[in-house]
């Protein structure tokens, strides 16, 4: 029995040991289960918490864009005022930041067309995460008021002692006064009252303000066309297919840097845009006989940045073939679609499309014009029967550049940026 006792003595601190180990490892293993459910929840945290801050984060970028076009709305002069490149840097929002850059992806500069887009970068961010979104806001066109008016002008409109005038189809409208000491057969429009006189349509005083052209528009313009010789222009043909002094430029733009001397176009027949320039104190006379007209539907006819008179007396005189001795509707310039090869034909005395003097006009003759006439300076009617056929086709066709721009958020340019 003493031997059988001090066996089972021996065995029972074993079975104390197994048990120890076993709870321990229970323990440890309770242990590891719980720091890893401590850990697995800190992840899931910390997972949620980061995609709540790139959700946020891309809510900022978006935002930053949508600051870009109430900036761009607030501010007329916002293409100077604004740089190309960032427009705003770290700008605390919520619980971050953001940052708006705004580029003129055509050229890299804002500043020389109006009619050019802007392309936005908005990065916004939140703690670690970062959103980068990009959108392109487009220049919409819309036509200038002055391009609805037979007569647009900046300065006044004068009428002078017992002359007539007539316009047809809109009437004429001046951002100054009307000082009308004969007969305007027609409608008139003015923002400050005036001399009346005789008006036989509606007159309207206290007017809506007409907006003039962009300063830039003539350049944008002579940056596509063709040079030619300063001087007059007196028996020529210069249209797309012609051009007597070289090339033709296809669109039938053609550009004469006058300067410091007059010009007069006469016995000319001109299909296409002609911008003549020249200093102040000159002038372009249009004498008899010309037939202008614009070749594209959506380009003036002619552009003068100075002073322009038209002494075309449309009521009594003609463009002819025989007394110029040119042929005006050769093969590679039909009028009205006929061409041939002979100096026997006769074409109107008139101007035809947008007419557009960045100087005074005035007018001496009784010069018929089947468009409409913008003035940036005065307008002075100095005879009697000229007239303004008004075309609604000069509003409606949009002519480069004379417009204003609507800048609009474009629907299918926002795209998130990875990896910049």
Same mark, same amino acid.
């Given at each position: 029995?003493?031997?059988?006792?001090?066996?089972?003595?021996?065995?029972?601190?074993?079975?104390?040991?197994?048990?120890?180990?076993?709870?321990?490892?229970?323990?440890?293993?309770?242990?590891?289960?719980?720091?890893?459910?401590?850990?697995?929840?800190?992840?899931?945290?910390?997972?949620?918490?980061?995609?709540?801050?790139?959700?946020?984060?891309?809510?900022?970028?978006?935002?930053?864009?949508?600051?870009?076009?109430?900036?761009?709305?607030?501010?007329?002069?916002?293409?100077?005022?604004?740089?190309?490149?960032?427009?705003?840097?770290?700008?605390?929002?919520?619980?971050?930041?953001?940052?708006?850059?705004?580029?003129?992806?055509?050229?890299?500069?804002?500043?020389?067309?109006?009619?050019?887009?802007?392309?936005?970068?908005?990065?916004?961010?939140?703690?670690?995460?970062?959103?980068?979104?990009?959108?392109?806001?487009? $220049? #919409?066109? +819309?036509?200038?008021?002055?391009?609805?008016?037979?007569?647009?002008?900046? =300065? &006044? @409109?004068?009428?002078? !002692? /017992?002359?007539?005038?007539?316009?047809?189809?809109?009437?004429?409208?001046?951002?100054?006064?009307?000082?009308?000491?004969?007969?305007?057969?027609?409608?008139?429009?003015?923002?400050?009252?005036?001399?009346?006189?005789?008006?036989?349509?509606?007159?309207?005083?206290?007017?809506?303000?007409?907006?003039?052209?962009? $300063? #830039?528009? +003539?350049?944008?313009?002579?940056?596509?066309?063709?040079?030619?010789?300063? =001087? &007059? @222009?007196?028996?020529? !043909? /210069?249209?797309?297919?012609?051009?007597?002094?070289?090339?033709?430029?296809?669109?039938?733009?053609?550009?004469?840097?006058?300067?410091?001397?007059?010009?007069?176009?006469?016995?000319?027949?001109?299909?296409?845009?002609?911008?003549?320039?020249?200093?102040?104190?000159?002038?372009?006379?249009?004498?008899?006989?010309?037939?202008?007209?614009?070749?594209?539907?959506?380009?003036?006819?002619?552009?003068?940045?100075?002073?322009?008179?038209?002494?075309?007396?449309?009521?009594?005189?003609?463009?002819?073939?025989?007394?110029?001795?040119?042929?005006?509707?050769?093969?590679?310039?039909?009028?009205?679609?006929?061409?041939?090869?002979?100096?026997?034909?006769?074409?109107?005395?008139?101007?035809?499309?947008?007419?557009?003097?960045?100087?005074?006009?005035?007018?001496?003759?009784?010069?018929?014009?089947?468009?409409?006439?913008?003035?940036?300076?005065?307008?002075?009617?100095?005879?009697?029967?000229?007239?303004?056929?008004?075309?609604?086709?000069?509003?409606?066709?949009?002519?480069?550049?004379?417009?204003?721009?609507?800048?609009?958020?474009?629907?299918?340019?926002?795209?998130?940026?990875?990896?910049?």
């Amino acid at each position: 029995m003493v031997i059988h006792d001090s066996i089972f003595a021996r065995a029972h601190p074993r079975r104390r040991g197994s048990m120890y180990l076993a709870v321990l490892g229970t323990s440890m293993l309770v242990t590891v289960v719980g720091i890893s459910a401590v850990l697995a929840t800190r992840v899931e945290r910390r997972t949620v918490q980061d995609a709540n801050d790139l959700t946020e984060a891309r809510l900022y970028a978006e935002s930053a864009i949508e600051t870009g076009m109430y900036l761009i709305q607030s501010d007329s002069h916002w293409r100077t005022n604004r740089p190309n490149g960032n427009w705003q840097t770290n700008i605390s929002y919520g619980s971050g930041k953001y940052t708006l850059a705004g580029v003129d992806p055509t050229d890299g500069d804002l500043t020389d067309s109006q009619s050019e887009p802007v392309l936005f970068t908005g990065t916004g961010t939140v703690r670690n995460a970062t959103y980068i979104v990009k959108a392109t806001a487009n $220049a #919409n066109p +819309i036509p200038l008021d002055a391009l609805k008016k037979s007569v647009a002008a900046n =300065g &006044d @409109i004068t009428i002078n !002692l /017992l002359k007539s005038f007539t316009v047809t189809g809109a009437p004429m409208a001046t951002n100054g006064k009307l000082v009308n000491f004969g007969t305007v057969n027609g409608a008139v429009e003015t923002v400050v009252a005036g001399t009346v006189g005789t008006v036989t349509g509606l007159y309207t005083a206290g007017a809506p303000t007409l907006t003039m052209p962009d $300063a #830039n528009l +003539i350049n944008n313009y002579i940056a596509v066309a063709t040079t030619i010789p300063t =001087g &007059d @222009i007196d028996k020529r !043909l /210069l249209t797309p297919g012609s051009n007597p002094w070289g090339t033709a430029n296809t669109d039938g733009v053609y550009f004469m840097n006058a300067v410091n001397t007059d010009v007069t176009v006469k016995q000319s027949r001109i299909w296409g845009t002609l911008i003549i320039r020249i200093n102040a104190g000159r002038k372009v006379t249009f004498a008899d006989p010309n037939l202008i007209q614009n070749y594209r539907a959506d380009y003036p006819a002619i552009i003068v940045d100075g002073a322009a008179d038209f002494s075309m007396t449309s009521s009594t005189t003609s463009l002819m073939e025989a007394s110029s001795g040119t042929n005006f509707n050769p093969a590679n310039s039909p009028y009205l679609g006929a061409w041939n090869a002979n100096t026997l034909d006769t074409y109107p005395n008139e101007v035809w499309g947008l007419v557009h003097i960045r100087g005074n006009t005035s007018i001496s003759a009784s010069t018929r014009f089947h468009g409409s006439i913008l003035t940036e300076g005065t307008f002075t009617v100095k005879i009697s029967g000229a007239e303004v056929d008004y075309d609604s086709s000069i509003f409606n066709n949009k002519i480069v550049g004379y417009s204003t721009y609507q800048m609009t958020l474009t629907r299918g340019t926002w795209e998130r940026v990875v990896n910049p």
